[in-house]
């Protein structure tokens, strides 16, 4: 656990998967969901609009999922809820001593405007959380898919730097070039819908619940008591039980 000095408080953060309640893994990892898909400042709605303009001609239905992602953007900003400081307060075991146990969204949206958190304070420290626990995640639990996409996009990034390097050494442009590789970049991270039924934050949230249900079933236990480490563990169990049954009900 991490203790940080904000303003007057003192507060303990999670930071590691051997500690961490699942439950506000959950929570944080939605808040961050919201924040890639969605935003949390005014600078992310100048990236919709890029976006919304780049599938215009080539993907018109994801121009208009993307139109509605900025009207959430927009009703975030106007409310004065940012989506990263919302899953910064969801890590914070205690404030001053005092336990922070409501994780309620009208409570975390409370105790993040009564800390006052600045953006770029925020986002170097959430930076190195995220780092060390997906770090931590990646030693116990390797995903190979994951591998493969950050080798993809890095491939992408390489790619572009160079032919804006060559564009400046040789004086000529390489803009069609490299609007080929940022549409190539921006199809790797498709649009979320983030309002209706059928948000990405209703699906993050029955996913999870539905994950729960099933290990509390299989195995008798209270699964949102389990720790991040404790959860992904049950987790591999219960798929290499699923799958083995599978295998033994085709030999019948």
């Not at 992602?69 to 899953?87: F, G, P, S, T």
């Not at 409501?102 to 800390?115: A, G, P, Q, T």
Request: net charge negative; aromatic share 8%; proline share 3%.
């Amino acid at each position: 656990m991490k203790t940080i000095k904000v303003g007057s408080h003192t507060l303990k953060v999670y930071d590691s998967i051997e500690e961490l309640p699942i439950t506000r893994f959950h929570k944080y990892n939605k808040f961050m969901l919201i924040d890639s898909g969605i935003g949390s400042d005014l600078s992310d709605i100048d990236v919709r609009i890029d976006r919304i303009v780049k599938y215009i001609q080539s993907s018109p239905n994801d121009a208009v999922n993307e139109l509605m992602n900025m009207r959430q953007a927009l009703y975030l900003i106007d409310k004065e809820i940012c989506a990263k400081h919302l899953a910064f307060i969801a890590l914070i075991a205690d404030i001053d001593g005092k336990p922070l146990d409501d994780l309620s969204d009208e409570n975390l949206i409370i105790v993040s405007k009564e800390l006052l958190v600045s953006v770029g304070w925020l986002t170097q420290l959430m930076e190195s959380i995220k780092k060390k626990i997906h770090q931590e995640l990646n030693v116990y639990f390797p995903n190979p898919a994951n591998d493969r996409a950050i080798i993809q996009f890095f491939d992408n990034l390489k790619r572009r730097t160079t032919l804006v390097l060559d564009g400046i050494i040789c004086g000529d442009s390489k803009s069609i070039e490299i609007g080929r590789i940022d549409d190539e970049m921006l199809l790797l991270s498709p649009t979320k819908i983030f309002y209706g039924p059928c948000s990405a934050e209703v699906q993050h949230d029955k996913t999870f619940e539905q994950m729960c249900l099933a290990m509390t079933q299989h195995f008798g236990i209270n699964t949102k008591e389990l720790t991040v480490q404790e959860f992904y563990i049950a987790k591999e169990v219960l798929e290499e039980y699923i799958k083995n049954e599978k295998l033994q009900t085709r030999r019948r």
